[in-house]
């Protein structure tokens, strides 16, 4: 037996002991878990720092700070999240108690990913927590520190029996996924979700698919374009540019162009200083292979600011791309690293036009004072998320769904919706053993005549409260009585 299979196997025998399930027993894993960040943050952030050139600092604001917000809010959330779920009735269902039950999947496969190997892998581990299922937790081996470090600390916080770390490069994923899971999630680039999703068929087993893809931002000429480009420049060259969510690339009118590349330089500045390379803000590319593809993309294109580099470092400095053309190599793929293009359009029409040709967006990201362009491009378009005049930020909103659409991914989570997204909802109806000339309606022989009842049963449903519940009650029951004395004659 592999190693893979031992973890599976050990994760799936925890699970059928039932100790995952009671609530007390995932608030105290999530308890132990936030424990971790609190005081293990050396070691995090030291790992970090020599996979991505992150800063203490950094790794905190972009890697664990929202990680502890995720699992202080399950804390409090849980006993609400896991709670019997009541649905509207309809007068056939009146007596009965009708609710939906959420209920752990079982054992779950986690895959993260390697630009923000804490954030986005330990987020749906939370979930699964939360909703009571096991986990195999398998970081991303390119991160190669951070993948030690959680192989490490995981276990030492957490029910290791329930929760295993499995590390390794693709022999390792492609065994994973030879296994039998109850839920795998995902997060990577698009071709890989392929591989994963085919892998799931052959058990059936449900997806979830954190993916990517180009996220257009459009600036209306209209619009303050000094804190339209600072907030850009943020969420572009935030972690190097290796973002999923980073705006991909510029539509703006021709005669704004000159001043978005100015107040982009400008806000480099601010932020990197005058030599990015020697900031402690600013992070690296992961590894010369991901150097070398990011810097092949910019054999076609006008460099209008930054372009230096440095191989042996994995540094490329921020860039501002103008006059990019639809057909240029740099439009062709995710570019996933500190590279901006600038294509110029005639507006707003035209910008919706060019976003609708390509594949659905992770996010998509407008600049306007005009609520009418807002709506315009939310109302005419299709992403993952949108977001008018800020980029990044819809990542720390735990009450918003996160995740993509078509080709940028299938599934949601964060806050309320991991835990959801890894439970199975169950309805359920319990009925009693009385008031059985209601249901003579429903068997046969069946007569136009108890088609009509069914008709009137079945259709109408109502939200009266307490008073008009119990009032409707006593009408069904009074109902049923002459039903049944009607077929009892």
Not at 142 to 149: D, E, L, Q, T
Not at 364 to 391: H, P, Q, W
């Amino acid at each position: 037996m592999s190693r893979e299979q031992q973890a599976v196997a050990q994760a799936r025998k925890a699970f059928e002991t039932g100790r995952s399930r009671p609530l007390e027993y995932r608030i105290l894993q999530l308890k132990n878990l936030q424990r971790l960040f609190l005081e293990r943050q050396k070691e995090i952030s030291d790992a970090i720092k020599k996979d991505l050139n992150k800063s203490e600092v950094g790794t905190q604001l972009f890697e664990t700070l929202g990680l502890e917000g995720e699992i202080g809010l399950a804390v409090r959330k849980l006993k609400e999240w896991a709670a019997p779920r009541p649905v509207e009735k309809n007068l056939l269902t009146l007596s009965d108690t009708v609710y939906i039950q959420p209920e752990p999947l079982g054992v779950v496969l986690i895959i993260g990913a390697w630009n923000y190997p804490w954030a986005v892998t330990i987020q749906p581990l939370i979930g699964a927590i939360a909703a009571g299922n096991a986990a195999v937790v398998k970081p991303s081996e390119v991160c190669v520190h951070s993948a030690k470090v959680m192989e490490e600390l995981l276990p030492l916080y957490i029910d290791k029996e329930l929760y295993p770390v499995v590390t390794g490069g693709v022999p390792e994923t492609q065994e994973l996924l030879r296994q039998r899971f109850d839920h795998i999630f995902y997060t990577g680039n698009s071709m890989v979700g392929k591989v994963i999703m085919e892998a799931a068929a052959k058990h059936l087993t449900p997806v979830t698919l954190e993916l990517g893809g180009k996220s257009p931002c459009y600036i209306d000429k209209n619009c303050d374009i000094s804190i339209a480009c600072r907030r850009i420049t943020w969420g572009k060259y935030t972690n190097c540019g290796q973002t999923c969510i980073a705006p991909d690339y510029i539509l703006c009118d021709p005669g704004i162009q000159d001043r978005v590349i100015e107040e982009v330089k400008k806000s480099i500045k601010d932020f990197y200083t005058d030599s990015p390379k020697t900031c402690p803000d600013y992070g690296r590319i992961i590894n010369q292979r991901h150097f070398k593809r990011i810097m092949a993309l910019l054999e076609d294109s006008t460099v209008a600011a930054g372009g230096d580099n440095d191989e042996s470092d994995c540094f490329i400095a921020p860039t501002v791309l103008r006059d990019v053309k639809p057909e240029a190599k740099v439009m062709q793929e995710e570019i996933f690293g500190p590279l901006l293009p600038i294509l110029p359009i005639s507006g707003l029409d035209e910008a919706i036009k060019f976003i609708n040709k390509g594949e659905k967006p992770l996010a998509l990201y407008v600049f306007s004072a005009d609520e009418k362009v807002i709506n315009r491009m939310r109302d005419e378009t299709s992403s993952g998320g949108f977001l008018a005049n800020d980029c990044l930020v819809h990542f720390s909103v735990s009450s918003l769904p996160f995740g993509g659409v078509g080709n940028s991914g299938m599934g949601c989570y964060h806050g309320k919706f991991s835990f959801d997204q890894l439970s199975h909802l169950r309805g359920c109806l319990i009925k009693k053993l009385k008031m059985e000339g209601v249901n003579d309606m429903r068997y046969p022989p069946h007569t136009p005549k108890k088609l009509g009842w069914a008709r009137f049963f079945i259709l109408k449903t109502f939200d009266l409260g307490w008073l008009g519940r119990m009032l409707l009650l006593g009408l069904l029951a009074v109902v049923a009585a002459v039903v049944l004395q009607k077929y009892l004659r």
